[in-house]
């Protein structure tokens, strides 16, 4: 078991028990790891306050990771509560419904910028605002996704924000390094989470996993969470920049 205690960790994306940010926290709490908790707006605030209170949550605030402004108000939050703390987990992705719905060519302007503003830029102002507040040696852990690098049915816009923030993982991985902090991304085989659940055919893609990949098996939030309790504590020192795949091997598949 990893030992984590002295370390604070910030989630940005628990939405609730079958969130793999959940997952993660949790893991993250058996460690050892102090936990702090956002959530986005009021209608996720009944769903999260309890779940930071279950963790023991040093506090939980509402962000909005469209507005400066909101994190700007969460990072004096941090400074003022911890000072400095060690680890940024971000688990936040959105697309409209429709945009996932219709063909990927039919994708509009208004939601193409709203997938890539929460889906993937999110993640470069977060790691802007909060790793000046990080201890060196601090790591940033976000989510991805196979539909990334290839096309998964109804999957569309996101797939495209997807591979934006891989390719931002990359990037922010060198200028993050100059300060000692590091970056990397997870990219998880499908779950029953509610993010999930507005892509059409999810239950098909599930049994497909199931049946193909080399496990045979879909993989779970603690599945996820164990491997971000590595990537993000000293274990994993000499990882940056890097997509560890956490699906039962179904992306070393070809036919």
């Given at each position: 078991m990893i030992d984590l205690k002295g370390k604070k960790a910030l989630i940005f994306g628990v939405a609730n028990k079958?969130?793999?940010a959940?997952?993660?926290?949790?893991?993250?709490?058996?460690?050892?790891?102090?936990l702090a908790f956002t959530y986005a707006g009021e209608a996720l605030k009944k769903r999260v306050i309890p779940i930071s209170e279950e963790?023991?949550?040093?506090?939980?605030?509402?962000?909005?990771?469209?507005?400066?402004?909101?994190i700007k108000a969460v990072a004096e939050k941090v400074s003022k509560e911890w000072g400095k703390f060690d680890y940024l987990v971000h688990s936040v992705a959105f697309a409209p419904q429709d945009e996932l719905k219709n063909k990927f060519i039919e994708t509009t302007r208004e939601g193409f910028k709203t997938a890539l503003d929460i889906s993937a830029y999110s993640l470069i102002a977060l790691a802007r605002e909060f790793s000046p507040l990080m201890n060196e040696g601090g790591?940033?852990?976000?989510?991805?996704?196979?539909g990334s690098t290839k096309v998964i049915k109804n999957y569309n816009i996101m797939g495209v924000a997807k591979a934006?923030?891989?390719?931002?993982?990359r990037y922010l991985a060198v200028d993050l390094g100059e300060r000692g902090i590091r970056?990397?991304?997870?990219?998880?085989?499908?779950?029953?989470?509610?993010?999930?659940?507005?892509?059409a055919g999810f239950r098909d893609i599930l049994h497909v996993i199931e049946e193909r990949s080399p496990l045979h098996r879909n993989v779970t939030i603690e599945d996820v969470g164990n491997t971000a309790v590595f990537?993000?504590?000293?274990?994993a020192r000499g990882i940056t920049g890097e997509i560890v795949y956490v699906d039962s091997g179904y992306n070393i598949l070809g036919m």
């Open positions: 079958r969130s793999i959940y997952g993660i926290a949790s893991q993250l709490k058996k460690a050892g790891c102090e963790l023991e949550g040093k506090f939980c605030v509402q962000c909005d990771v469209t507005k400066d402004d909101d790591s940033i852990v976000t989510m991805t996704y196979h934006a923030l891989e390719c931002s993982v970056i990397n991304a997870i990219s998880a085989g499908p779950i029953k989470t509610l993010a999930a659940a507005g892509v990537l993000l504590s000293d274990a």
